[in-house]
């Protein structure tokens, strides 16, 4: 069943929507096209977890025997929040994100794994005082960690945009998230 070729010309719909990077969905409020083709909006806005169950936790990895080492200066305040959750969805295609529920022992790992196939992984070890260094190891064939910071690198560039600022069209089984306007594709 295809919503938008059922629904009459200036219908507005609203859906849930995430990526495959967590479980975080937004709200979507699209109007179809006045040939039915298409229908395009905004976010409007976190529509929270998604329902069901979430991504099962990576399996754990002795990170002192593999992967490169490297710091970084992001802090889990800075980089675990739904907005940049949202951004870095849409910017990281086949990666997925875990985090854990809490801290421990004064840290709190965030990791991010390859999808469809790639083995690729990094964990980041944010630490409660952010005083002291925050270690990643990244290991497989894309270094995801530097990716997410070029991602967030690039929100920022934006001017940390908020989810309203996004917006999304959707032509019949394809979809295409955009910022400020539908020509600026993400």
């Not at 469809?116 to 990244?138: H, I, K, M, N, Y």
């Not at 934006?158 to 993400?186: C, H, K």
Request: include cysteine; glycine fraction near 10%.
């Amino acid at each position: 069943m295809n919503v938008i070729a059922d629904a009459r010309p200036g219908t507005v719909l609203l859906a849930p929507w995430r990526t495959r990077y967590s479980d975080q969905e937004a709200t979507a409020k699209l109007t179809v096209s006045e040939d039915g083709r298409r229908a395009e909006g905004r976010f409007t806005g976190p529509a929270g977890p998604a329902n069901g169950p979430g991504a099962p936790p990576p399996p754990p990895q002795d990170l002192s025997a593999e992967g490169d080492v490297s710091t970084t200066t992001l802090t889990e305040a800075e980089f675990c929040r739904a907005e940049v959750e949202f951004a870095l969805g849409v910017r990281l295609s086949g990666c997925r994100q875990y985090a854990a529920d809490r801290a421990r022992y004064g840290t709190r790992p965030v990791w991010l794994h390859g999808l469809d196939g790639d083995p690729s992984w990094a964990c980041v070890l944010f630490r409660e005082d952010e005083t002291l260094t925050t270690l990643v190891w990244q290991g497989g064939p894309r270094r995801l960690w530097d990716e997410a910071e070029a991602a967030y690198a690039w929100w920022l560039g934006q001017g940390a945009p908020p989810l309203e600022r996004f917006g999304l069209t959707v032509d019949g089984d394809s979809s295409r998230v955009w910022l400020d306007t539908p020509e600026n594709t993400v």
